[in-house]
């Protein structure tokens, strides 16, 4: 099943990414024409995406360095376009916690970082109940789900929020199943 979800997600993905802009002289942004409506997805984030995925490929396997996307070459250009103004390629943020880590971190620490996300969340999975495990999904895709188009993984409460909620839930969970085995 997650082998299944990750494909799904995967060409998911590939298909989006494809469709967010990827040319960003000013001939190209003047005439940038969106695919994905920018009533879904605002032009300002599409660009921000499509920037930061081209920064991705140029150094994919250890990134730009933890918090650096707005010090990256090019990242505080202002877009120029109709729909963006005077707003910037990456104003702070990818606003996008995959890209932010790809782009920062590269594939190795983008993946060491879901590898330890997914064992620390599975090994309270498998101790708790049927409701609990609803309460741990429903957390980690209203959490991972804002992650995506909102703030930078870096910031300080962020964070600090995932890891007290997870450990609230976590607490909760071996207390009940300690319980259980007495």
Known sequence: MIITLSLISLLTGNIFI?????????????????????????????????????????????????????????????????????????????????????????????????????????NVFKKANYIEKFFIIFFNGYYWGASFVNFSYWQAWWQCSYFLILSLITAHIFHNSNKVQK
């Open 18 to 122: 494809k469709n967010l802009p990827n040319k960003f002289d000013a001939n190209s942004i003047n005439t940038q024409k969106f695919t994905i409506p920018i009533n879904i997805l605002d032009a300002h984030r599409q660009f921000i995406w499509g920037f930061t995925i081209s920064k991705i490929k140029e150094k994919p396997i250890l990134g730009f360095g933890p918090d650096t996307s707005n010090f990256i070459e090019g990242g505080q250009r202002i877009i120029n376009s109709e729909h963006t103004g005077t707003m910037k390629f990456v104003p702070s943020h990818p606003h996008n916690f995959l890209l932010e880590l790809l782009l920062e971190t590269g594939l190795l620490g983008t993946l060491s970082f879901l590898i330890f996300i997914f064992l620390m969340n599975y």
